[in-house]
């Protein structure tokens, strides 16, 4: 069973930036067998939502509007490892924010049911 564990979140004042870590519990290179990798998140209150996605090689990248310009999500295959890196960081950013993997597809994507693989969080604070 793969497991997901996300890492490098906090609380940073607005402007500021912040790194997530997502390590996959696999022989190295074996993330590549994941296929998709994914962030989302999710505000108290509202609903989960995407936010970033990267391709097997790493070539692809997809952002929702909300984050574009502002996130770049990343993997090193090699360290089984896929990376959020937040600037210019906004109070509206403030989230526990998951990392999700796909065997499902081989593309990015931003459908939450295409994901099979789900970590446990890491909350993301951005004060005022």
């Not at 209150?45 to 997809?62: C, D, H, M, P």
């Amino acid at each position: 069973q793969v497991q997901l564990v996300e890492s490098g979140g906090g609380l940073v004042q607005a402007g500021g930036s912040l790194r997530l870590s997502c390590a996959a519990s696999l022989p190295p290179f074996s993330i590549y067998y994941i296929y998709t990798m994914g962030w989302f998140r999710q505000a108290p209150g509202k609903e989960r939502e995407f936010v970033a996605t990267i391709s097997r090689s790493g070539g692809s990248t997809y952002y929702a509007d909300s984050v574009k310009g502002r996130f770049t999500i990343s993997r090193d295959n090699a360290e089984n490892t896929v990376y959020l890196q937040m600037n210019s960081l906004k109070p509206e950013d403030t989230a526990a924010y998951y990392c999700a993997g796909s065997r499902s597809v081989d593309r990015p994507t931003d459908r939450q049911y295409e994901y099979n693989y789900w970590g446990q969080g890491t909350q993301v604070t951005v004060s005022s």
